[in-house]
T-cell receptor, first 115, second 115 residues
Framework: AQKITQTQPGMFVQEKEAVTLDCTYDTSDPSYGLFWYKQPSSGEMIFLIYQGSYDQQNATEGRYSLNFQKARKSANLVISASQLGDSAMYFCAMREGPTGNQFYFGTGTSLTVIP | GAVVSQHPSRVICKSGTSVKIECRSLDFQATTMFWYRQFPKQSLMLMATSNEGSKATYEQGVEKDKFLINHASLTLSTLTVTSAHPEDSSFYIC???????????FGDGTRLSIL
């Protein structure tokens, strides 16, 4: 089974609107971390937000929030008030394992913000 | 936030040349460093994981004699592409992670073009 599944290869959103990027994960490890990264066309990977498996509250970082539903094993990224600069690839990732050395990435979602 | 420096950002060289790429964590000690390869419009493909002072763990299908990884210290890892050929042309990106539950922080990547 895929460790990280992103089912939306491409998404479009109107500027200033909110958008949700889906991510589901698969693990039997009780301790894990979930991350979202942004990759603009220039190539660098930018860390956006982190959610720990034991965290009670959903993570938020500015306009980014993570909708963590543990029972459903989903960790969707919500971007509020989209900006043109948000157009990029977005990758969901998970860190697990006894040493935390296992990182898994989804296939990514390409987000385009329309003016 | 944590900074990872990757150098060089772009390499163009002749077939048969060996190319060394450096990855440094500038403001934290990286217990683990990762090397990825990324093809256009695809997700990251993990090549190897390395811990300071020990041999790298290569993913299946990655030639360890072709892609030499050295993790000499808690802040430096190098990837050497030996006797590079045109099929080795790609975007190579490194990342570093501290202790769980820290995320990976990525370098800006190296675009390697073999003529």
């Amino acid at each position: 089974a895929q460790k990280i599944t992103q089912t939306q290869p491409g998404m479009f959103v109107q500027e200033k609107e909110a958008v949700t990027l889906d991510c589901t994960y698969d693990t039997s490890d009780p301790s894990y971390g979930l991350f979202w990264y942004k990759q603009p066309s220039s190539g660098e990977m930018i860390f956006l937000i982190y959610q720990g498996s034991y965290d009670q509250q959903n993570a938020t970082e500015g306009r980014y929030s993570l909708n963590f539903q543990k029972a459903r094993k989903s960790a969707n990224l919500v971007i509020s008030a989209s900006q043109l600069g948000d157009s990029a690839m977005y990758f969901c990732a998970m860190r697990e394992g006894p040493t935390g050395n296992q990182f898994y990435f989804g296939t990514g979602t390409s987000l385009t913000v329309i003016p | 936030g944590a900074v990872v420096s990757q150098h060089p950002s772009r390499v163009i060289c002749k077939s048969g040349t060996s190319v060394k790429i450096e990855c440094r964590s500038l403001d934290f000690q990286a217990t683990t460093m990762f090397w990825y390869r990324q093809f256009p419009k695809q997700s990251l493909m993990l090549m190897a994981t390395s811990n300071e002072g020990s041999k790298a763990t290569y993913e299946q299908g990655v030639e360890k004699d072709k892609f030499l990884i050295n993790h000499a210290s808690l802040t430096l890892s190098t990837l050497t592409v030996t006797s590079a050929h045109p099929e080795d042309s790609s975007f190579y990106i490194c990342s570093a992670a501290g202790y769980v539950p820290q995320p990976q922080h990525f370098g800006d990547g190296t675009r390697l073009s073999i003529l």
